[in-house]
């Protein structure tokens, strides 16, 4: 009745933004993401156990986090369909103080992960990943390591809905994504938010559905020639696509910030150059840059040159996973 898993963030080369149905978690077009280690969520859950207790990062959740982690347990006690009680959930991240990368992608599939292993369900990846989903529709990426696309789906039911591993993290190990901290603050508008307000007022949010969609089997294939150029303009090019979608909102929603645009003309600059650097922007001031193993120290030394707080450099991550030590 009791389980721990360690699962990684990821960050999406073909990102997801816009749900067909808010309560599920369905989103309009598929979305593509690499897992990245070391960054790490480890989570502890046990049925039959105090009230519902939900701890994160040594704080009791509260409000909307804590129903997000008790809407996804309830969806673990129907799938026991066995009586499991009440549940304490502790969780704990190994991010930097506000990375200013979202966390919750890999705390959710920690969660999804070891809470069915808790129920005693068996080991699997795809009903983890729709499980996960629940949480958060990122974390669905997050349940498996490298290279994960998650399939939109069809189904009013969600469940066609879920990602699948198509490369995994030994594919391709030299890659690179390195997170400039620009900003530390919280954003002004949550993802979850900015993507509503994106489908609801947004004249060209159509059009971005169309083609992101279309842009996953080109990134798919890329990805399997270890093609970096061809990947980098890609995610570059979703990612501005994204933007685009969301400043053309109404009222207008604008995630960059003058740093931001700082840092993604010196890289602009630097490619000239010959450095094989590109970027990609989720919804926030911090841009990622996707580069290879032999420029990682020039895309840091970049980073903190266009005034980077802080830099964290990451490789390919593996899949979520049991651990034997709990958080409690
Ligand atoms: C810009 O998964 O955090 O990072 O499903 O509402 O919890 P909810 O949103 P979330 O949104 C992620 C948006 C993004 C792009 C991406 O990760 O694909």
Not at 159 to 181: G, L, N
Request: glycine share 8%; with cysteine; net charge neutral.
């Amino acid at each position: 009745m009791k389980a721990t898993a360690l699962a990684h963030p990821n960050i999406a080369l073909v990102k997801y933004w816009g749900k067909r149905d808010d309560a599920l978690i369905l989103p309009h077009q598929s979305s593509l993401s690499l897992t990245l280690s070391p960054l790490s969520v480890t989570t502890t859950v046990e049925f039959g156990v105090g009230n519902d207790a939900v701890e994160l990062n040594g704080h009791t959740a509260r409000g909307s986090e804590r129903e997000r982690v008790l809407r996804l347990l309830e969806s673990v006690r129907a799938s026991a369909k066995k009586e499991l009680g009440p549940a304490k959930v502790v969780s704990r991240g190994d991010f930097p103080m506000a990375a200013g990368l979202a966390s919750s992608a890999a705390g959710f599939a920690a969660l999804a992960v070891a809470g069915r292993a808790a129920a005693g369900l068996l080991a699997d990846p795809r009903a983890a990943s729709i499980l996960s989903r629940l949480g958060s529709g990122s974390a669905c990426r997050s349940v498996q390591g490298g290279f994960c696309e998650w399939q939109r789906g069809e189904r009013a039911d969600g469940e066609d809905s879920f990602a699948v591993q198509r490369f995994d993290a030994a594919h391709w190990p030299d890659v690179r994504m390195v997170v400039a901290i620009l900003d530390r603050g919280e954003k002004e508008v949550k993802s979850r938010d900015g993507m509503k307000h994106t489908v609801d007022t947004s004249p060209y949010y159509p059009a971005w559905v169309q083609d992101a969609e279309k842009e996953i089997p080109h990134a798919r294939e890329h990805i399997s020639r270890r093609d970096l150029q061809a990947l980098g303009e890609l995610c570059e090019r979703n990612a501005w696509r994204m933007h685009a979608t969301s400043m053309a909102a109404n009222p207008p929603l604008c995630y960059l910030s003058s740093g931001t645009l700082a840092l993604i003309q010196h890289l602009r600059e630097q490619r000239k150059k010959g450095m094989p650097v590109w970027f990609t922007l989720d919804a926030g001031p911090n841009p990622v840059l996707l580069t290879d193993a032999a420029h990682e120290v020039a895309a840091e030394a970049l980073a903190r040159a266009c005034g980077a707080l802080d830099v964290v450099r990451c490789v390919p991550g593996g899949d979520a996973e049991l651990k034997a030590e709990h958080l409690f």
